[in-house]
Every structure is written in C-alpha cells, then in structure tokens.
C-alpha cells in the first residue's frame, strides 16, 4: 500500500470510528430497569438499544426535563416487596441509595442523584423544569424540590403509600395517588399545598390529564377500572370497569389530541383505549407480559409499553391496533419517556 493509499484508509477509519462514537440524535426512548439497575437508551428509528446506563437501586418512574436535556428517575434503597409479601421476611431498607437521578440526555450519563426523601417511587416536573414533586411511598408524603441547588422546600402529608404523580398539563396542580388510602390528592403546584383530597377506588396508581386539563383519568389497580375526575374541580365524574380477566388498570397517558386515553392492565396484558368523550373502552390490544409503563409519540401514532417480567417494550401501532415489534431491554422494565 502506497502512502497515499494508507493516509486515505487511516482518514476513512477515523471518520468511520468517530460516527460510530457519536451520541444518538434522533428520537430515543429511555426505560428504567427495575432490577437491573439501569437506563436503557433505545433509538426509536432502529428499534435497537444503544446505550445502557447504570443509575443504582430500583429505578421506576422517569421524567424528562421541559427541554429534554436531563431524565429525572426516582431510585429507590426499599426491597421489592410484592403485594401480600410478609414485610418482616424482607432485608432492611438502604436509604443512601434513596434519591432522584439525574441523567444527561446527550452524553448519556448519570451526573448526579439528588437526595428528595425516603423511598421515591414516582415524580413529576414543574413546566419551567425548575421543581420536582416526588411521590415518598414509604413516608407517606410528597417532596418539593427546587432545582438546580438541589433543595426540599416543602413536605406535604398525602395518604399512605404514595406513588403516581402527575402534573395537569396547564401547570397549576399535581395529583399525587395514595395507594393504600385509595385516595387523590391534588396539590397547588404554586404555593404548594393540599387543594383536595378525591376519593377513588381501591388502590389507585397512575393519572393521565386531558391535555386541555378539563379532565383526569386514574387508574385503579386492584379496583378494575379507571375513575375520571373533573380535573378543575376535582370532583368524580365517572367510574369505567374493563372487562377480561385479571385487569389490573396501572399505566395511563392521554393522546396527543385529547380523544383517547391509553391504559396499561398489568396482569391483564393489554392497553385499553378509552373514548375520552364517552369515557367508554373502546379497543383493546395484547402487548405482552404485565405491561406497565406506558407513553405515546408527540403525532400519536405509536404506543410503548414496558413489560416487566418479559423484559422488554413493546411497540404499538395505533391505527392497527397491532404490536408491531418487542425490543429487549434490562430487567423489570418499569417507566418509559421519550424524547423526540
């Protein structure tokens, strides 16, 4: 080989070499791996995982930042402890691994973990990305924190066993589920304080709001069905059982253009669409082993869904009503975001 020749191969190598290093850009999906311990990045274009991020102990709900540079995950030091498990048998609780991770969307790293309470399981973010709000399961209280400095400002009582939290998308209140208490609670994003507290059925998990923010969708997991809330006056409008075995409301999102809202059933391995006019199901499709967490692409045409003891992610067409690919992930998939 001429000098030449090898001065072109080593320039194509090093081209070659330095796109293959390059950061994904375009759409991406990030799940938490329950078990595992870790952050699967997945590419939306190939459906292929390319990055796994370590965080630490039980990452569940995920929440991206309003400009989409940093991923929010609660991590939490509390053993697994499945329904009816006798607490007593379990080890006791790592608190140092309590906390929120704060994860750089671009360089796909973990910066830092933020220390917001005991036993964080979900958390949502404020519109301006300047506080969080995380639901404490095992203290039975909700953390505001501002960010950046890090800071709990304030701690409110919500009922035992918090877990879902959601922000209305105008930005004025969060619901915060209290599973064992089977209750709501609605929180002034502002001030913050408790504005009400809504009765609901048996241990509800998760809120999706309109995104008009006229009406709030719960799901009520050992209840069967999804209980809709006037979402401004916080009062119960409606209670809609599914039908089918084991269906166990979990997950919830609305679609982008308010008309539908799509549920994960957990044992019931399925999304329900609800009419979100009629608050009625009106379809229903099979995607895979205990589908938890759920989110829906910005255009509306694609659902995912993170199956827990599959673990895996299914893909959804909405206008097939089809799964149309399961993509390998981590260990016990349990929250998914997206960014566009």
């Not at 940093?70 to 030091?77: F, K, N, Q, T």
Request: glycine share 8%.
């Amino acid at each position: 080989m001429t000098r030449r020749k090898a001065a072109v191969a080593g320039c194509l190598c090093f081209i070659l070499t330095a796109a293959c290093s390059e950061k994904p850009r375009g759409p991406r999906l990030f799940v938490t791996n329950e078990r595992s311990g870790d952050l699967s990045v997945i590419d939306l274009a190939s459906h292929s995982v390319v990055a796994t991020i370590p965080l630490g102990k039980r990452p569940r709900g995920i929440r991206l930042s309003p400009d989409g540079s940093l991923a929010y995950v609660a991590l939490s030091g509390s053993p697994i402890a499945p329904p009816g498990v006798d607490e007593d048998t379990l080890p006791p609780p790592d608190r140092a691994a309590d906390g929120i991770g704060v994860v750089d969307t671009r360089a796909l790293k973990l910066l830092r973990v933020i220390h917001a309470g005991t036993d964080p399981e979900q958390l949502a973010v404020s519109a301006d990305g300047r506080r969080l709000f995380v639901a404490n399961e095992d203290a039975a209280t909700a953390s505001v924190v501002e960010v950046p400095g890090d800071r709990i400002v304030a701690t409110l009582p919500v009922g035992a066993e918090p877990e879902g939290v959601e922000l209305r998308p105008d930005g004025a209140v969060v619901y915060v589920t209290a599973e064992e208490d089977n209750q709501v609670f609605a929180i002034d994003a502002r001030t913050p304080r408790v504005l009400a507290r809504i009765d609901v059925l048996a241990r509800p998990r998760s809120t999706a709001f309109l995104p008009d923010s006229s009406r709030a969708f719960i799901t009520c997991e050992t209840g069967g069905s999804v209980v809709m809330v006037d979402a401004q006056s916080h009062l119960v409008l409606k209670r809609i059982s599914f039908e089918g075995p084991n269906v166990r409301p979990m997950g919830a999102v609305s679609s982008p253009d308010g008309r539908a809202v799509y549920v994960t059933t957990g044992r019931g391995r399925t999304v329900v669409a609800i009419d979100a006019q009629n608050a009625t199901p009106s379809w229903s499709v099979e995607v895979g082993e205990r589908p938890w967490g759920i989110a829906v692409t910005s255009d509306g045409r694609t659902l995912y869904t993170a199956n827990g003891p599959s673990n895996d992610v299914s893909v959804v067409d909405v206008a097939t009503r089809a799964v149309t690919a399961r993509i390998a992930v981590g260990q016990s998939p349990w929250g998914v975001a997206i960014l566009p």
